[in-house]
């Protein structure tokens, strides 16, 4: 009786000390949305998961672009501290993967049916052999134009469709004593600017060619030279304080009337409309000239972790990033699209709405592409390569000829 009792006790305890040591879904979340667009957007996030019984642990490191937060994630996973959930994207997932550090998600996509709802190109990068390895939150398209629409009233001028109306129209502006061009001079911005360059002075199969396929003849061709070309009129467009600024005050510079153009991705948009800014009215969006759209898929990455709580904390994070409400609430605050196809787009505004057809013209005519310069087409060695000549051309006064024989053997190097 006595033995009896005693272990019914202790069974009764194990059980309250099992229940108490649960401490419901908790999820330590790397990333690196620090501008005041990106805050409110993660801020959703934050309070979703909150909402389905989650707790948030939150690891923001700021730096545009990603490059401070990447290098804190190292620092964390070499320590054997990884956090539960990653800002990751591109091919840097299954570079991670490849290290035998990230979680297999894919119980979740099953269960919620990501493959019936998510694009195949999307799907794909979600993917390390076969296994779901990350969760898409959105589409940021990269090559837009933002651009002060008092500026270009004032001055008469019109959105630009070729970059000599570019040219000719920041050439006025410069001449008028305006800035034309809102750049912050840090080398994932000159990245920015210059694959928008590429795209549109060599087409759709030239930027395949040099930024996915790495092709030599493409990377020293004269159309390179002419895209180099291209990013040395830009840089005489900018301000002389252009140097490390970031690039959400680049926007702020169009946004206060300080300058006409920003040439940045989607996010831009967010910190616009964070500022009660009217797409139409106080600013104007416009892809950079040329065809083609290139993509920038955000997505969480679960890392190897123990402990029950922070594995239902990656489940919860997982299915409901993929979910129907989150996707529409986060891209409307973060200036993208959702990555799901079946998210209705009325509230969006005009700039989600060309982003959305030009995405889908573009997936039709092969003209839909991975932005380089933001982790999406090249593992990190050789985006790495192309973007530190990119910025030492920007940054001196390299001819385009020395600037693409370097492109050459930076890649060449970086095999
Ligand atoms: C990310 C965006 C982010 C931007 C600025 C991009 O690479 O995809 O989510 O807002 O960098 O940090």
Redesign the pocket.
């Known amino acids: 009786m006595f033995m009896k009792t005693t272990l019914a006790a202790t069974t009764a305890a194990l059980t309250i000390m099992g229940t108490a040591s649960f401490a419901g879904p908790q999820a330590e979340v790397l990333h690196?949305?620090?501008?005041g667009?990106?805050a409110k957007?993660v801020a959703v996030l934050q309070k979703e998961f909150a909402d389905n019984g989650g707790t948030w642990t939150d690891m923001p490191v700021a730096?545009?672009?990603?490059d401070a937060a990447m290098t804190a994630l190292r620092a964390r996973v070499l320590s054997g501290n990884a956090p539960t959930a990653v800002?990751l994207?591109g091919p840097a997932i299954q570079e991670w993967y490849e290290e035998g550090v990230l979680a297999d998600i894919s119980s979740v996509a099953e269960a919620n049916g990501w493959a019936d709802v998510l694009p195949a190109n999307i799907a794909s990068h979600m993917k390390c052999e076969g296994t779901w390895c990350a969760a898409p939150v959105?589409v940021?398209r990269v090559d837009w134009i933002w651009a002060s629409a008092d500026i270009l009233k004032a001055n008469g001028i019109a959105l630009p469709t070729t970059w000599d109306e570019f040219n000719a129209a920041a050439d006025k502006l410069q001449a008028a004593g305006i800035t034309p061009l809102a750049h912050g001079g840090q080398s994932?911005q000159d990245a920015t600017v210059f694959e928008a360059v590429a795209l549109g002075i060599g087409g759709a199969d030239f930027y395949k060619k040099a930024f996915v396929e790495l092709d030599d003849a493409t990377l020293t061709s004269d159309t390179m030279v002419a895209v180099f070309d291209q990013m040395r009129k830009m840089r005489g467009y900018v301000d002389p304080n252009f140097s490390g600024r970031d690039?959400?005050l680049a926007t702020a510079m169009v946004m206060n009337g300080e300058a006409a153009f920003q040439i940045m991705?989607d996010?831009a948009k967010?910190e616009f409309m964070a500022a009660g800014k009217v797409p139409g009215e106080d600013f104007l969006c416009i892809s950079t000239p040329g065809d083609g759209f290139l993509y920038?898929?955000?997505s969480f990455a679960m890392f190897d972790v123990d402990g029950a709580d922070k594995k239902a904390g990656q489940d919860l994070l997982a299915k409901l990033v993929v979910g129907k409400t989150f996707q529409k609430t986060f891209n409307l605050n973060?200036?993208?699209i959702p990555a799901r196809t079946d998210v209705d787009l009325a509230d969006f505004d005009s700039c989600a709405h060309l982003s959305a057809s030009d995405m889908a013209a573009s997936n039709d005519n092969g003209s839909l592409l991975p932005?380089y310069?933001?982790?999406m087409a090249l593992r990190g060695a050789q985006s790495g390569a192309i973007t530190d000549v990119v910025t030492a051309h920007f940054n001196s006064d390299m001819s385009s000829a020395d600037a693409v024989a370097m492109l050459s053997k930076a890649i060449k190097n970086s095999m």
Not at 32 to 35: I, N, V
Not at 63 to 66: D, K, Q
């Open positions: 690196y949305w620090t501008s667009g990106e957007s730096g545009g672009g990603g800002q994207k959105n940021h994932w690039w959400n991705g996010w967010g920038n898929v955000d973060k200036g993208s932005s310069a933001h982790g």
